[in-house]
């Protein structure tokens, strides 16, 4: 079938067949097609769309195009993905935490493009730490510390790499189905047996609204169902930086303050709610509370920072961090960011909070740009708190006067005060089970 047929198919909105997809997932794969018709096609799904048959077959399909790991790691291969928000360090908390359970965590994780994050370039602030290593090596500290966080290869789902470049630039990102599959093909293709969703909701996040969050937390769930993985997925707030600290060496060092047990707040909050899905899945408790029972003996008794070391050991990296943050790499100067009026803390529009970061040198507009690791903001107020005129509501760390200025007029403008006190809702808003069913936690 020549894929001009599939496009008029998908144009008239019909369902595409098993036969339809695979020709679609293969030809996106094929260099020889032409990117205007896979572009053609992609825009026809994001006007159409696809039903859940046809998403779980497409995800397959695109996992299919490269390798499909098998990972034997001594107990249930268990990843987590969150579709990505600021100030979002959970992976390094709970995955030692987890390891420290019992679980074996494997995760692959992806560099951070636009105003999101990337757990590799995170951990790539750690001196020497190594996020490529060949896959017996990533299998083997699995196995052996009970956690590795790996960048993932080019070789898992080719077909997606291609299409989700070409979607960035077609304006057909914003389809359910399609975010569902992307995600979803690059997670089977990496072995994991069960899967841990943290669908982010909000004014940083790729999904704004809780019916929205939920229409892609039970796509993405009944596609791993489907293929035979264990799934749940929460469904969090991202209406403000999930950290105090936005950046990369600055979230390892967050990260490391929380497992220290030092530092408490929403970021813990999300990870043990994560964790507990994590050891849930992984048939090592029976109940989200006995989970989180485990993950927090875990924490108290310093086990989750051990494990922490451990990885960073295995992975090439200086572990002296854990005890010592001071050998993170550091910013040369600071600015205090001053609030200009006074209020209540309504609204904080997250993207812009995202981008005061990647402005000072945090993060990546174009996949080729160097990222400083050391840069980045703290921050003191959370929504619902009282500002006063002319105090400190956050704190940059940057190398450059002039980007700092510019951080530091996305930071403000991102902040919305209010003459009435707002209370914020709950950092977990709703949780899907296997079956897709909404439950309580
Ligand atoms: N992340 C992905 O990997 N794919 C999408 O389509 C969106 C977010
Ligand atoms: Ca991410």
């Known amino acids: 079938m020549a894929l001009i047929d599939i496009i008029n198919h998908k144009k008239l909105g019909l369902a595409l067949s098993a036969g339809e997809i695979s020709e679609f997932a293969a030809a996106a794969k094929d260099p020889g097609t032409p990117d205007y018709q896979l572009a053609a096609l992609l825009m026809a799904i994001r006007l159409k769309g696809m039903d859940a048959r046809e998403t779980a077959e497409l995800t397959l399909a695109m996992a299919h195009t490269g390798d499909m790991l098998t990972p034997s790691v001594g107990g249930v291969a268990v990843d987590k993905h969150s579709t990505g928000g600021v100030g979002d360090t959970t992976t390094l908390i709970l995955a030692p935490l987890v390891a420290a359970c019992g679980g074996k965590v494997l995760k692959m994780s992806g560099r951070g493009l636009g105003h999101t994050g990337g757990t590799v370039d995170k951990l790539e602030s750690i001196p020497g730490f190594q996020t490529e290593l060949p896959e017996e090596e990533f299998l083997r500290i699995t196995r052996e510390v009970g956690c590795c966080v790996v960048g993932q290869t080019g070789e898992l789902a080719p077909a997606d790499k291609r299409l989700y470049a070409l979607r960035d630039v077609t304006g057909t990102v914003d389809s359910i189905p399609l975010i569902a599959s992307s995600i979803m093909s690059k997670k089977l293709a990496g072995g994991a047996q069960a899967i841990v969703l943290d669908v982010k909701c909000g004014s940083g996040a790729l999904m704004k609204t809780r019916e929205d969050s939920l229409l892609l937390a039970r796509a993405m769930v009944d596609i791993g169902r489907r293929n035979g993985r264990r799934m749940s997925a929460l469904i969090t707030r991202m209406d403000e930086p999930l950290g105090s600290r936005v950046g990369n060496a600055l979230e390892v060092r967050e990260a490391i303050e929380v497992l220290s047990g030092r530092v408490k707040g929403p ?121 006063e005129a002319g105090e400190e509501v956050a704190r940059l760390f940057h190398n450059d006067e002039k980007l700092a200025e510019q951080a530091e007029e996305a930071l403000l403008n991102a902040l919305t005060l209010s003459s009435g006190q707002i209370i914020p809702a709950p950092w977990v808003l709703a949780r899907i089970d296997q079956d897709g069913k909404e439950s309580s936690l």
Do not use: N
């Open 267 to 387: 970021l813990l909050q999300v990870a043990l709610a994560l964790g507990s899905q994590m050891l849930l899945l992984s048939g090592l408790s029976d109940t989200a509370e006995q989970a989180e029972e485990m993950l927090v003996v875990a924490l108290e008794s310093g086990q989750g920072l051990s494990k922490l070391a451990e990885m960073i050991t295995a992975q090439g990296g200086d572990a002296r961090v854990c005890r010592d943050t001071g050998r993170l790499p550091r910013a040369r100067h600071e600015r205090p960011v001053l609030a200009r009026d006074s209020g209540w803390l309504r609204a904080m529009d997250t993207e812009l909070a995202g981008e005061a970061a990647r402005l000072l040198g945090a993060g990546r507009k174009r996949k080729d740009d160097v990222i400083d690791p050391a840069v980045g903001y703290m921050t003191f107020r959370r929504l619902g708190d009282r500002v």
